[in-house]
C-alpha cells in the first residue's frame, strides 16, 4: 500500500501529548502514512498572525487534502480569528460528524445504549461571524442559511446513514420562530428525505427535540442540524456518553477533511501525562476509514475498546469499582498497542469496510425564482423615544405610494397603535410599503433614503423586501 500524505498539527496544551500517543498507535498497527507537521495555534497567534496557522500551512493542507488536528489554544480578546472556522469555510468542509456511543458498563453514563451521530453544517449560520455594532444599545449577529449549504449536509447526512446502516435521519430547526432561515433547511431537509424512502425520517423543534434527546438517546439515530444547534448539541451528546474527552470528530467537504478531538486544549493538564487521547484517535479512526485505510481503523477501534473494557483507563473516566488500572497517555497508548489483532468480548466489535465511501453531493435542481422588489426596511438610530413620535415624523417622508408602514423595535411592532409597556431601545426598523402593496423600484428606494436622511434620521441598516414567485422573502411583523 502506498502511503497517504497527511497534514500533521500538534497543537497547544494537551495537544502534543495525545498527538504522539495517536501517532505511535497508528503506526504500531500499519498504518500507511506519509506525514507533513505543520505549525498551528497559539505560538503562531502570537507571532502576529491572526489565523493562527504559519504561512506554509495551506500549501500543505491544499496538497495532502486530510489534516489530523491536536486541540488548540486560542489567545482571549478581540482580534484573533477561530482557527476551526477559518479552516471549515476556506477548504469548504461543510460537514461536521460527531459520534456519541456510550461504553457501558466500563464507562459511567446514564444512557448506556446512545449510539447517536450529530451531523452539524459546519460553515454558515451564526458562524458566519458577521456581527455589527448599530446603536449605542443595540449590537446585532446575522444568521445566514443558504439552500446550497443546506443541501451538501442534508444530502450528506442521508448518505452516511445509508452507507452506516443506520435506520433514521432527524432535523433540528427552530422554524416556528426564525421561519424563513431554519424554514429552508427544513424545506430542504423534506425535498432531499424524498430521495430516501428507504430511510425513515423525521423534523424536531430544537428545543423540545433536545430535551427528547438528552432524555431517550435511543429514539434517535442520525441527527442533522445547522450550525448552532449541531456545536451545542454534539457537546452535550458526548458528554452523556461519560466525557466529552471520548468524542473523535470529522470535518468533511469534496475535496478536503479535518479530524480532531472534540475537547480543548486543557492548558492546566499539559506536560503532566494524564491526559485521555481517546478523542483524537477515534478521530484519527475516522480519518483512516476516509482515506481508504477500513482495516488498519478496524485494528486500531478494537483495540482501544477491548482497552477500554479491560478498565485501562485515563483519570477522566476512572472508577473505583470499574476500573482497574489508573494509566497516564502514553501508558494507555501502550495498552492500545498491546491489544491491536484483539476484539472486544462485552462491548460490540467495529468493522470497517469501503463501502463507507459516500457519493459526491449532487445537489437539488431548483429553477431560478421570479424575484419583485416590494419595499424596503429602513433601520434607524433614533432616541430612544416615543414610538408614536418616530411614526409621526416618518409618515412625512414618501416617495410616489412608496410610505412608511409599520415600526418595530426589537422585533416587536410599535407603531401603529403600539402598547406602551413595550420596551424600547434606540434601534428601530421602518417598513416603507407601497400603498397597494405594488412592486416598487429600485430608484423609489434610493430616492426614499435620501429624503429620509435629509428629514436628519440616522439611517444605519437597509433590507430591501423582495417576493420570490409571489411569495414574501421577508419575515411578518411581531404584533
Same mark, same amino acid.
Given at each position: 500500500m502506498s502511503k497517504t500524505p497527511i497534514s500533521v498539527a500538534y497543537g497547544d496544551g494537551i495537544g502534543p501529548e495525545i498527538m504522539e500517543a495517536t501517532l505511535t498507535i497508528l503506526e504500531a498497527a500499519g498504518a500507511e502514512l506519509e506525514i507533513e507537521t505543520v505549525e498551528i495555534g497559539e505560538k503562531v497567534y502570537q507571532r502576529g498572525i491572526d489565523t493562527g496557522m504559519a504561512p506554509n500551512v495551506w500549501d500543505?493542507?491544499?496538497?495532502? &487534502?486530510?489534516?489530523?488536528?491536536?486541540?488548540?489554544?486560542?489567545?482571549?480578546?478581540?482580534?484573533?480569528?477561530?482557527?476551526?472556522?477559518?479552516?471549515?469555510?476556506?477548504?469548504?468542509?461543510?460537514?461536521?460528524?460527531?459520534?456519541?456511543?456510550?461504553?457501558?458498563?466500563?464507562?459511567?453514563? &446514564?444512557?448506556?445504549t446512545m449510539d447517536v451521530v450529530i451531523i452539524r453544517e459546519n460553515e454558515e449560520d451564526l458562524y458566519a461571524g458577521i456581527e455589527h455594532r448599530q446603536t449605542e444599545q443595540v449590537y446585532q449577529c446575522? &444568521?445566514?442559511?443558504?439552500?446550497?449549504?443546506?443541501?451538501?449536509?442534508?444530502r450528506y447526512a442521508f448518505e452516511y446513514a445509508r452507507a452506516n446502516n443506520r435506520k433514521k435521519v432527524t432535523c433540528f430547526v427552530k422554524d416556528n420562530i426564525m421561519k424563513l432561515t431554519d424554514g429552508l433547511f427544513h424545506k430542504v431537509f423534506e425535498e432531499i428525505a424524498a430521495e430516501y424512502p428507504d430511510l425513515e425520517h423525521e423534523t424536531w423543534i430544537v428545543d423540545i427535540g433536545a430535551a427528547k434527546l438528552v432524555d431517550t438517546p435511543e429514539n434517535f439515530d442520525v441527527i442533522v442540524l445547522p450550525n448552532l444547534y449541531g456545536d451545542i448539541l454534539s457537546d452535550v451528546?458526548?458528554?452523556?456518553?461519560?466525557?466529552?474527552?471520548?468524542?473523535?470528530?470529522?470535518?468533511?467537504?469534496?475535496?478536503?477533511?479535518?479530524?480532531?478531538?472534540i475537547h480543548g486544549s486543557a492548558p492546566r493538564r499539559a506536560g503532566q501525562n494524564i491526559a485521555n487521547p481517546s478523542g483524537l484517535l477515534l478521530g484519527a479512526v475516522m480519518?483512516?476509514?476516509?482515506?481508504?485505510?477500513?482495516?488498519?481503523?478496524?485494528?486500531?477501534?478494537?483495540?482501544?475498546?477491548?482497552?477500554?473494557?479491560?478498565?485501562?483507563?485515563?483519570?477522566?473516566?476512572?472508577?473505583?469499582?470499574?476500573?482497574t488500572e489508573k494509566v497516564g497517555t502514553r501508558e494507555f497508548a501502550n495498552a492500545v498497542i498491546q491489544r491491536l489483532g484483539q476484539q472486544p468480548q462485552t462491548l460490540k466489535p467495529v468493522l470497517y469496510d469501503d463501502d463507507g465511501k459516500l457519493r459526491q453531493n449532487q445537489g437539488v435542481s431548483k429553477k431560478k425564482s421570479v424575484k419583485q422588489l416590494m419595499g424596503v426596511d429602513v433601520?434607524?438610530?433614533?432616541?430612544?423615544?416615543?414610538?408614536?413620535?418616530?411614526?409621526?415624523?416618518?409618515s412625512q417622508v414618501s416617495v410616489d405610494s412608496l410610505r412608511l408602514q409599520v415600526i418595530t423595535n426589537r422585533g416587536?411592532?410599535?407603531?401603529?397603535?403600539?402598547?406602551?409597556?413595550?420596551?424600547?431601545?434606540?434601534?428601530?426598523?421602518?417598513?416603507?410599503?407601497?400603498?397597494?402593496?405594488?412592486?416598487?423600484?429600485?430608484?423609489?428606494?434610493?430616492?426614499?433614503l435620501k429624503r429620509v436622511t435629509e428629514a436628519g434620521f440616522d439611517v444605519i441598516k437597509?433590507?430591501?423586501?423582495?417576493?420570490?414567485?409571489g411569495i414574501p422573502g421577508f419575515s411578518a411583523v411581531h404584533g
Amino acid at each position: 500500500m502506498s502511503k497517504t500524505p497527511i497534514s500533521v498539527a500538534y497543537g497547544d496544551g494537551i495537544g502534543p501529548e495525545i498527538m504522539e500517543a495517536t501517532l505511535t498507535i497508528l503506526e504500531a498497527a500499519g498504518a500507511e502514512l506519509e506525514i507533513e507537521t505543520v505549525e498551528i495555534g497559539e505560538k503562531v497567534y502570537q507571532r502576529g498572525i491572526d489565523t493562527g496557522m504559519a504561512p506554509n500551512v495551506w500549501d500543505s493542507l491544499r496538497r495532502t &487534502k486530510v489534516f489530523l488536528k491536536a486541540p488548540i489554544t486560542t489567545p482571549q480578546g478581540s482580534g484573533y480569528k477561530s482557527l476551526n472556522v477559518t479552516t471549515r469555510k476556506a477548504l469548504n468542509l461543510y460537514a461536521n460528524v460527531r459520534p456519541a456511543v456510550s461504553y457501558h458498563p466500563f464507562v459511567e453514563t &446514564k444512557h448506556p445504549t446512545m449510539d447517536v451521530v450529530i451531523i452539524r453544517e459546519n460553515e454558515e449560520d451564526l458562524y458566519a461571524g458577521i456581527e455589527h455594532r448599530q446603536t449605542e444599545q443595540v449590537y446585532q449577529c446575522l &444568521k445566514l442559511i443558504t439552500r446550497p449549504g443546506s443541501e451538501k449536509v442534508i444530502r450528506y447526512a442521508f448518505e452516511y446513514a445509508r452507507a452506516n446502516n443506520r435506520k433514521k435521519v432527524t432535523c433540528f430547526v427552530k422554524d416556528n420562530i426564525m421561519k424563513l432561515t431554519d424554514g429552508l433547511f427544513h424545506k430542504v431537509f423534506e425535498e432531499i428525505a424524498a430521495e430516501y424512502p428507504d430511510l425513515e425520517h423525521e423534523t424536531w423543534i430544537v428545543d423540545i427535540g433536545a430535551a427528547k434527546l438528552v432524555d431517550t438517546p435511543e429514539n434517535f439515530d442520525v441527527i442533522v442540524l445547522p450550525n448552532l444547534y449541531g456545536d451545542i448539541l454534539s457537546d452535550v451528546t458526548a458528554q452523556m456518553t461519560g466525557s466529552v474527552g471520548l468524542a473523535g470528530s470529522a470535518n468533511i467537504g469534496d475535496q478536503s477533511a479535518m479530524f480532531e478531538a472534540i475537547h480543548g486544549s486543557a492548558p492546566r493538564r499539559a506536560g503532566q501525562n494524564i491526559a485521555n487521547p481517546s478523542g483524537l484517535l477515534l478521530g484519527a479512526v475516522m480519518m483512516l476509514v476516509h482515506i481508504g485505510q477500513p482495516a488498519v481503523a478496524t485494528r486500531v477501534h478494537n483495540a482501544w475498546l477491548r482497552t477500554i473494557e479491560e478498565g485501562i483507563h485515563t483519570y477522566d473516566i476512572f472508577k473505583e469499582g470499574v476500573s482497574t488500572e489508573k494509566v497516564g497517555t502514553r501508558e494507555f497508548a501502550n495498552a492500545v498497542i498491546q491489544r491491536l489483532g484483539q476484539q472486544p468480548q462485552t462491548l460490540k466489535p467495529v468493522l470497517y469496510d469501503d463501502d463507507g465511501k459516500l457519493r459526491q453531493n449532487q445537489g437539488v435542481s431548483k429553477k431560478k425564482s421570479v424575484k419583485q422588489l416590494m419595499g424596503v426596511d429602513v433601520f434607524l438610530d433614533w432616541g430612544p423615544g416615543n414610538p408614536d413620535e418616530l411614526g409621526n415624523l416618518l409618515s412625512q417622508v414618501s416617495v410616489d405610494s412608496l410610505r412608511l408602514q409599520v415600526i418595530t423595535n426589537r422585533g416587536i411592532k410599535v407603531w401603529p397603535n403600539g402598547l406602551p409597556e413595550t420596551f424600547c431601545t434606540d434601534h428601530w426598523r421602518c417598513r416603507f410599503r407601497a400603498d397597494n402593496e405594488a412592486p416598487t423600484t429600485s430608484t423609489q428606494v434610493i430616492e426614499l433614503l435620501k429624503r429620509v436622511t435629509e428629514a436628519g434620521f440616522d439611517v444605519i441598516k437597509t433590507e430591501n423586501l423582495y417576493h420570490f414567485d409571489g411569495i414574501p422573502g421577508f419575515s411578518a411583523v411581531h404584533g
